[in-house]
């Protein structure tokens, strides 16, 4: 079984289902992405597989435990790190602080862990007592992945990383999310940038009406005519 394996999710907000049975797995060390269409259930799928929203059906299978109904809580307990598309850091507070609010389930010494976020993000180090509202939107990006990685996840959720950002700033972040795979993190990334995040990954999921419209290697999925057509713009 992959170490992520959720399978025939259904489910959505109360009213109509905007998943329709879709099935997203993840490896160690590997980069997923999803990609699609407005509307496709991306982030839904990605919220469904962090316990943000409950399944009518299906489950979730993470480490070989089935977490179906654990809440996002324990998920982050069990190894999972979360890192939503918008109101993802502490505005008010310094860099430093939050990435020390990342380590709140910890018991040990979290002061090795930032350092090696610093490592990955040097402009973080630079600008740890500076408030994180104050940073560039790119940089804000930095510290929502820093903070999640305080709790040294098995798998890293990222929901738009590079939404708002350069083009320069996009490519650098994932530049950084190939180093955090490359450390043995498995990546489970939703991108509205998606020939650029299909050339990152490992496997690519194009959703479309909340199921599984081609499943895929990253390269496969860029190669293939009726993806690049429909999804990707020519």
């Given at each position: ?36 269409p407005n509307g496709a259930g991306k ?85 740890r007592a500076q408030a994180a509202g ?101």
């Amino acid at each position: 079984m992959s170490f992520l394996c959720a399978t025939r999710m259904r489910g959505g907000y109360g009213g109509a289902d905007i998943l329709q049975g879709c099935d997203i797995t993840v490896e160690k060390g590997e980069i997923a992405v999803i990609v699609g269409p407005n509307g496709a259930g991306k982030s839904t799928a990605m919220k469904a597989v962090f316990g943000m929203m409950s399944l009518r059906e299906g489950s979730v299978v993470f480490d070989g435990e089935d977490i179906t109904k654990l809440s996002p809580q324990d998920r982050v307990a069990k190894g999972m790190g979360f890192v939503p598309q918008t109101n993802n850091i502490f505005g008010t507070m310094s860099v430093e602080e939050n990435l020390e609010m990342g380590g709140f389930l910890r018991r040990d010494d979290i002061s090795v862990t930032i350092e090696q976020i610093y490592d990955l993000f040097p402009i973080l180090r630079e600008k740890r007592a500076q408030a994180a509202g104050e940073l560039s939107g790119g940089q804000r990006q930095q510290v929502a992945v820093g903070r999640a990685l305080m709790t040294q996840p098995k798998l890293l959720l990222l929901d738009e990383p590079t939404a708002g950002v350069s083009p320069i700033v996009m490519d650098e972040l994932f530049d950084r999310i190939i180093e955090v795979a490359r450390s043995g993190v498995s990546i489970l990334m939703v991108e509205q940038n998606a020939r650029q995040a299909l050339e990152i990954a490992d496997k690519g999921y194009v959703l479309v009406q909340g199921g599984n419209a081609y499943t895929d290697t990253g390269a496969a999925l860029l190669a293939n005519p009726e993806v690049r057509r429909t999804f990707l713009g020519g």
